[in-house]
Nanobody, 118 residues
Framework: VQLQASGGGLVQAGGSLRLSCAAS????????MGWYRQAPGKQRELVAQ???????NYVESVKGRFTLSRDNAKNTIYLQMNSLKPEDTAVYYC?????????????WGQGTQVTVSS
């Protein structure tokens, strides 16, 4: 599975960006798909994920500001990021997790830089 992430950029605090992650296969039956981020000097953290069945989870710091959605027809998920803060600055990675031949497999996109200026 290949994941193509896009939509990062430079934005002022309070602004918005939308990240997209397109998968090379159907995402209809995948177990989990979402976004992680890694800021300089920090560990990668989960930002938001959507689990099979439609349950969506967010890290506390983005609740109410970020919205994760999926378009099964386009095999794509989107992360709408509003009211961005400088602390949201990081490289954002798309992730897909699913079972392949009875084993768990994680796939990662190439990362897209989000920079929020104060």
């Amino acid at each position: 599975v290949q994941l193509q992430a896009s939509g990062g950029g430079l934005v002022q605090a309070g602004g918005s960006l939308r990240l997209s992650c397109a998968a090379s296969r159907s995402i209809f039956s995948i177990h989990v798909m979402g976004w992680y981020r890694q800021a300089p000097g920090k560990q990668r953290e989960l930002v938001a994920q959507i689990i099979s069945g439609g349950v969506t989870n967010y890290v506390e710091s983005v609740k109410g500001r970020f919205t994760l959605s999926r378009d099964n027809a386009k095999n794509t998920i989107y992360l709408q990021m509003n009211s961005l803060k400088p602390e949201d600055t990081a490289v954002y990675y798309c992730n897909l997790g699913t079972e392949v031949a009875g084993k768990w497999a994680d796939y990662w996109g190439q990362g897209t830089q989000v920079t929020v200026s104060s």
